[in-house]
């Protein structure tokens, strides 16, 4: 079973930027969508944006222009670069593969906190 870690959140004033990283402890190259997600307090885990083996690229419409996924899978590593971060983006972090597909255990996620 891979074992996810997600690193990089923090303390942000709005405006400013973050990129986080998922380490996985297994390959990802087999896995066609990887994917970022996030969960506010008192709300359900929402997909942020997710990435395909082939390159393609999606993204909820609230982050789409300011967020970018991206993934080395020679390094087994999934990115988000977050840019012009607003407070709603406030949230925990996590990653996982792609929505519709058996999902790996979920990691601790990283905590993101966007100040006004």
């Known amino acids: 079973q891979v074992q996810l870690v997600e690193s990089g959140g923090g303390l942000v004033q709005a405006g400013g930027s973050l990129r986080l990283s998922c380490a996985a402890s297994?390959?990802?190259?087999?896995?066609?969508?990887m994917a970022w997600y996030r969960q506010a307090p008192g709300k359900q885990r929402e997909l942020v944006a997710a990435?395909?083996?082939?390159?393609?690229?999606n993204y909820a419409d609230s982050v789409r222009g300011r967020f970018t996924i991206s993934r080395d899978n020679a390094k087994n590593t999934v990115y988000l670069q977050m840019n012009s971060l607003k407070p709603e983006d406030t949230a925990v972090y996590y990653c996982?593969?792609?929505?519709?597909?058996?999902?790996?255990?979920w990691g601790q996620g990283t905590q993101v906190t966007v100040s006004s």
């Open positions: 996982n593969k792609g929505s519709g597909y058996v999902p790996f255990s």
């Open positions: 297994g390959s990802i190259f087999s896995i066609n969508s």
């Open positions: 990435s395909t083996t082939y390159g393609g690229t």
